[in-house]
């Protein structure tokens, strides 16, 4: 982005293309990461504004239960998200995603601003990069995969 500040929008998308495959992150988790302390909901909205096409993992985005949130119009990306989840190994118990085994947990700080900020353009094969922690203030992501889900013998 040039300019002197990254919008808000584009902080919370940065945040957001960084939570690795199989793992998942709250709206107020996100919102913290982002420097947008107590701001969950302005989340939400900077997800819903999203373009189709666009390369931002939104669908790793849960509320605080652990839940994929309702949308307000009734549509199908409620159902669209957890089949996205659970395509990439994360598994529901009664609807929910158990946040101590999937919530994503950075292993550094993370530092949105000017040098090193994620666009939409810009948001392609996030999951593959690993971060020096020199200049930018970035560190190396946790790329731990989640726990393999118990399979019942019928």
């Known amino acids: 982005m040039e300019g002197k500040t990254t919008s808000t929008r584009e902080r919370i998308y940065a945040v957001v293309s960084r939570i690795p495959r199989g793992r998942v992150a709250t709206y107020g988790q996100v919102a913290g990461l982002a420097g947008l302390p107590g701001q969950a909901r302005l989340v939400g909205y900077a997800l819903s504004a999203l373009p189709d096409r666009s390369r931002v993992p939104w669908h790793r985005v849960v509320n605080a239960r652990g839940r994929v949130s309702a949308r307000r119009d009734g549509g199908p990306m409620a159902t669209v998200q957890r089949v ?13 995603i158990r946040l101590e085994a999937y919530r994503w947990r950075p292993t550094s700080r993370i530092r949105i601003g000017e040098k090193n900020t994620l666009t939409n353009r810009a948001a392609t094969a996030w999951d593959s990069l690993e971060f020096g922690s020199s200049q930018n203030g970035v560190g190396r992501e946790s790329r731990s995969p989640p726990p393999q889900a118990s399979r019942r013998r019928r």
């Not at 989840?85 to 609807?95: I, M």
């Open 84 to 96: 996205l989840l659970e395509g990439e190994g994360v598994s529901f118990d009664k609807g929910s």
